[in-house]
Nanobody
Framework: QVQLVESGGGLVQPGGSLRLSCAASGFTFASYRMSWYRQIPGKERELVAT????????SYADSVKGRFTISRDNTKKTVYLQMNSLKPEDTAVYYCNARLGWNVYWGQGTPVTVSS
């Protein structure tokens, strides 16, 4: 059974940091490109960051470049999103995504609220 389980979300003040984790099971994690998306109610889901299967290449949305870092540990089957210098506009539900060809899996999401 495929599972992607996110954790690490919560309430943080502007300028603060959070580290999201996504633990994978039920598929060959090391073969999959992993991404983090986020979604605000009433808006489309937005791609935040992507990392290739071996972790050699990362890419980021312009809105988070220089503040967020995506990484992965294939031995732990986990992908991370380190979020620094958080802004109120980063408030959203963050989703983990795994993709390999036509195979696409999603986690259930973890909420992040940036507010004073």
């Amino acid at each position: 059974q495929v599972q992607l389980v996110e954790s690490g979300g919560g309430l943080v003040q502007p300028g603060g940091s959070l580290r999201l984790s996504c633990a994978a099971s039920g598929f060959t994690f090391a073969s999959y490109r992993m991404s983090w998306y986020r979604q605000i109610p009433g808006k489309e889901r937005e791609l935040v960051a992507t990392i290739t299967n071996a972790g050699g290449t990362t890419s980021y949305a312009d809105s988070v470049k220089g503040r967020f870092t995506i990484s992965r540990d294939n031995t732990k089957k986990t992908v991370y999103l380190q979020m620094n210098s958080l802004k109120p506009e980063d408030t959203a539900v963050y989703y983990c995504n795994a993709r390999l060809g036509w195979n696409v899996y999603w986690g259930q999401g973890t909420p992040v609220t940036v507010s004073s």
